[in-house]
């Protein structure tokens, strides 16, 4: 193995369930290639997100910061010009940072127009683009997203015979019927169906490729990409042979209990109440759209495997480490839910692989760590990686080397959190809450999780007796929920109390300086009493400050005159 890691490459699902992968124990789908990937790696049992939906989710994996401190709380949030990136902090090390896929990011256009920024500039195109270089970004989900409503992969498909005005649409997510007739991917009905565009030409082999050409044209220079499918969002559909490989019979059970409706905590009832999870609790829903989402997935792993073989003959195993996540999971009718709108585990729990190829994680190859993760933890350990020092002041996150190299930090955290802005939601509005109001936020400690809400009770549940999270105790009042809701709320004050917005002095320069006798030195008196006071403490100024600047020393001279004058 390496002792050097050059490289990067970043591989990220859209709603892609951790226990959707074999290697995480789904007892129908197999993805042999991811497997073999954590086999050469650490495979992370407890990965948590940030936020349950993509934007939020995603800037936090790109910053390093929890959504309370990089702001972009759900989808069409900006991240705010100025907040540093992944590529931010490589791009000074020598490292070029690219993006292959999707980001879900929304480009702070006030911001930038107010600062003076041409969105078309180097600058610009970085700000609105997470701190990469856009390779191909592509969003999916065309023309909607927000982004490019004709992006490169359409030009593509009506280069390859499939025309129309938006192929996308047309032909990777639509399908045919019995009949002969053209149904849309976006009706979860036709899930069944096979996408109509042939499976070389559909979105995840595509992106496939354009990484591999990226990895082609790179040259020496050391890089971080970014491939970001945008598989196994929905639209639920996938071309064959994928179609036709699961049916109703591979679909795992569903997660879900009558009590669970029973006098639910209004927030849940409200978001049980939406189109998408009304219409995921109806019977065969499920059957009908869950075995297009395993085709999805496997189709991913088969790209993995296509992935890694060019990657092994051109001498990139070696030198590049690889991480393969997800921004979050999918309810798929689990406890009466569609999307990804709360905190149960399918939706919080992502998938995390790491493979690194230098000599000193040999030691954990192969292993499983069950130590707390957070999303935000990927960007310090890039930095990490890069060469780069720790910025504990910008970013929330560690680096994940240490368990890498089996040597687990004594002071590694006992909390995750994740937070959720449903100002966006339907629920909201049925429950007449104020925009402002509509946070959720989340603690769990590998057993316990509690959810704080503005405005109505908390809700708790107990992984070690309940891990299927049935039975909501956040109104219990046996002594033990009571306790272990004071503890958790209180550690999730601690963490709310935690300055993030200090980002521009390090810690270490404050801990490095004395400042108040600095201030002094520079010529700025404040507190003393008379010309003896001032010549006292001069005998303690350290001549490479500004005391020794002419100006300031004579000021002080004269203030002192002359008494207690450095030699």
Not at 528 to 538: C, S
Request: glycine share 8%.
């Amino acid at each position: 193995m390496s002792k050097r890691v050059k490289n990067i490459l970043f591989i990220m699902c859209d709603q892609l369930r951790a226990d959707y992968l074999s290697c995480y124990g789904h007892p129908r789908l197999m993805t042999p290639y991811l497997d073999r990937l954590a086999a050469r790696g650490v495979l992370f049992e407890r990965a948590y997100v940030q936020s349950p939906v993509c934007g939020p989710s995603r800037m936090s994996y790109y910053t390093g910061r929890y959504v309370q401190a990089h702001g972009a709380s759900w989808n069409f949030v900006p991240l705010k010009a100025g907040e540093m990136t992944i590529g931010d902090h490589l791009r000074p090390l020598g490292v070029r940072s690219v993006l292959v896929g999707k980001t879900h990011m929304r480009a702070d256009l006030a911001g930038m127009s107010r600062l003076g920024i041409d969105p078309d500039s180097t600058v610009g195109v970085r700000i609105g683009e997470c701190g990469f270089d856009p390779y191909e970004r592509d969003d999916g989900i065309h023309p909607y997203s927000g982004h490019d409503p004709d992006p490169a992969y359409n030009d593509y498909l009506r280069r390859n015979g499939c025309d129309g005005d938006n192929p996308w649409e047309a032909w990777a997510n639509t399908g045919t019927d019995s009949d002969g007739q053209a149904r849309s991917g976006w009706f979860l009905k036709y899930s069944r169906l096979p996408a109509r565009v042939p499976e070389q030409h559909s979105e995840t082999p595509y992106m496939t490729r354009r990484a591999m050409d990226f990895m082609r044209e790179a040259g020496d220079q050391p890089w971080c990409l970014h491939l970001s499918y945008i598989k196994p969002h929905w639209p639920y559909i996938v071309p064959e042979p994928y179609a036709s490989m699961y049916g109703p019979e591979d679909v795992a059970p569903v997660v879900r209990s009558e009590a669970e409706r029973q006098d639910p905590h209004p927030v849940y009832a409200a978001m049980m109440r939406h189109r998408v999870s009304r219409t995921f609790s109806q019977d065969g829903v499920r059957e009908a759209v869950i075995p297009a989402y395993m085709g999805l997935i496997k189709q991913i792993d088969d790209q993995m495997g296509v992935l890694f073989s060019f990657m092994e003959a051109a001498g990139l195993m070696d030198t590049t480490m690889i991480v393969f996540t997800s921004d979050h999971g999918d309810y798929l009718g689990d406890h009466w839910m569609g999307e990804k709108d709360l905190f149960h585990e399918p939706v919080i729990r992502v998938p995390l692989i790491v493979y690194d190829p230098d000599a000193r994680a040999d030691a954990t190859r192969g292993s499983r760590c069950t130590d707390l993760i957070e999303a935000v933890d990927i960007a310090p350990t890039f930095l990490d990686v890069c060469g780069g020092a720790p910025v504990p002041h910008v970013m929330d996150g560690r680096s994940l080397r240490p368990l890498l190299f089996g040597r687990r930090p004594a002071d590694w955290r006992r909390e995750v959190v994740c937070e959720y802005d449903y100002a966006f939601q339907d629920a909201r509005i049925e429950l007449g809450t104020a925009p402002r109001d509509a946070w959720m936020r989340m603690i769990f400690d590998g057993r316990w999780k509690y959810v704080l809400f503005e405005g109505y009770r908390p809700m708790l549940f107990d992984l070690a007796s309940d891990p299927d999270e049935f039975v909501d105790l956040g109104a219990s009042q046996a002594p033990e929920h009571e306790q272990a809701r004071r503890r958790l709320h209180e550690a999730l004050f601690r963490w709310a109390l935690r300055p993030r917005q200090r980002v521009t002095v390090p810690d270490a320069a404050i801990e490095s300086v004395e400042v108040q006798p600095r201030i002094s030195e520079g010529g700025i008196l404040i507190g003393y009493w008379d010309e003896d006071d001032l010549a006292r403490a001069r005998q303690s100024f350290k001549p490479r400050f500004s005391s020794t600047n002419p100006l300031v020393k004579s000021t002080l001279d004269r203030l002192t005159g002359k008494q207690g004058v450095p030699q």
